[in-house]
């Protein structure tokens, strides 16, 4: 989701990290339904950091369930966040989204197939990059699934999703004075742009920009111009 952006901020001479958390994407391991938690997932990136030396300042960017890692991140003071970038993000009671939400009951998920679950993988893909899909970018994000141990972890993730992890943040979170930049896909159907807007209006210093014609995963929609934002905005 990230790799549209990434080589345009490192050319405007940041040094992006994009990072795959346990068992999904490339990463090694695999979640629990313990460590898929976000306070878990919040407290694995820290340590991810330290392991890098990342020490000062670390402005982060989060997408989806890694949105609300990042706002846990910046509300609990588990790193040092000057600035806090979130597209498309689980926000408020936005999540889980209902096609997730089925899975959190262990019997379905014990009776679902992995041809069932990539297929519906395909389909939530195509979805969420709405105009800039292509059957070969849906095979690319949709490859990792083929490993069992990405569909469990995922699984789990999808298990152990409660909005109350976000809905708690919600108070420190108005009382942070950090910049925050919301990007927004207008399409999006289940992180709905509406939530974007209470967030803006609620939350103290906050921006959001709105990428029309955009879906779930706008930085394949609109990597020039969500690139130029977040390196005006983290490089500030």
């Excluded at 790193?79 to 959190?104: K, Q």
Aim: charge should be negative.
């Amino acid at each position: 989701m990230w790799q549209p952006v990434l080589g345009r901020m490192a050319q405007a001479g940041l040094q992006p990290i994009a990072v795959d958390i346990p068992g999904l994407g490339r990463s090694g391991g695999e979640l629990t339904l313990e460590t898929a938690t976000v306070p878990a997932l919040a407290d694995w990136v820290t340590r991810f950091a330290s392991a890098l030396g990342l020490s000062g300042p670390v402005p982060v960017a989060g997408h989806d369930i890694g949105g609300a890692v990042a706002q846990h991140l910046l509300a609990h003071d588990r790193l040092e966040v000057p600035r806090l970038a979130l597209v498309n993000s689980v926000l408020y009671d936005s999540w889980p989204a209902p096609h997730v939400a089925r899975f959190r009951d262990p019997a379905v998920a014990a009776a679902t197939t992995a041809e069932e679950l990539l297929a519906a993988r395909r389909e939530a893909v195509a979805a969420a990059l709405a105009g800039a899909v292509s059957e070969q970018l849906v095979a690319d994000y949709v490859d990792p699934w083929n490993d069992p141990r990405v569909r469990r972890s995922w699984l789990a993730m999808a298990g152990a999703a409660d909005h109350r992890f976000t809905l708690d943040l919600v108070p420190a979170l108005q009382r942070s004075t950090t910049p925050k930049l919301l990007i927004w896909g207008e399409d999006d159907a289940f992180e709905k742009v509406e939530y974007a807007e209470r967030f803006a209006a609620e939350i103290p210093q906050t921006t959001l920009i709105r990428i029309p014609g955009a879906d779930h995963i706008p930085t394949e929609k609109a990597p020039e111009r969500i690139a130029r934002a977040l390196v005006d905005f983290l490089a500030t």
